[in-house]
């Protein structure tokens, strides 16, 4: 599709085309490779003045960057539903609340409702299902429902694998090691972050 969009000069549905390049590298894991397709996106929106897909380039490479944990604050969060339809900002919103309302500065029905949104979001976007899952868990661990929670760790595991997505397996098997104090999980999830 982007060849011949391309070849066409129709820089918008080249955009449409290339949005879901950088979702889909970050969501096995390759970061490097999705942050390159994220500036790609960006600098063709920029020349077409695709204004929208200006503002979806510049939040995934947002994200993608703190996935990459060169990021370690955020200032000023707005707790406001956001538009955006990348998966990124629904889930980190909702890890936010979450960790908000760990640390008492956040409610749990404010935490429940960006996991609703996200699995929303989750519903029509199958590659957001396993991520959906883990913060259900997490949800679940916080609501004193440990059995639950475990439940859906091992459904956010068995969806990653079916969507081959070894970053977010990582992930989930992290959460399990850390709630279960369970080495064995976070020596699996080492492993995987090292591919």
């Not at 935490?111 to 929303?120: C, E, G, V, W």
């Not at 429902?145 to 990653?160: I, M, P, R, V």
Request: proline share 2%; aromatic share 10%.
């Amino acid at each position: 599709a982007l060849e011949i969009y391309t070849r066409l000069g129709d820089w918008r549905k080249w955009c449409i085309a290339a949005w879901t390049l950088p979702q889909i590298s970050q969501g096995k894991g390759n970061l490097a490779l999705a942050r390159s397709q994220w500036a790609e996106l960006y600098e063709t929106a920029v020349r077409s003045q695709d204004t929208r897909h200006q503002v979806r380039a510049l939040g995934g490479q947002f994200f993608n960057f703190l996935s990459l944990e060169l990021v370690e604050q955020i200032a000023a969060i707005s707790r406001a539903p956001l538009k955006f339809d990348l998966q990124e900002v629904f889930a980190t919103s909702a890890e936010v609340l979450l960790a908000l309302w760990e640390r008492g500065e956040a409610t749990a029905k404010e935490a429940q409702q960006s996991l609703k949104t996200l699995n929303n979001f989750a519903r029509t976007n199958g590659f957001a299902r396993p991520r959906a899952a883990r913060l259900q868990a997490s949800y679940a661990w916080l609501s004193g429902k440990e059995g639950k929670a475990q439940k859906l760790c091992q459904k956010s595991l068995a969806l990653a694998d079916s969507l081959n997505m070894p970053y977010e397996k990582a992930l989930t098997l992290q959460c399990l090691g850390q709630h279960l104090n369970d080495n064995s999980y976070l020596a699996e999830a080492e492993a995987l972050f090292k591919i």
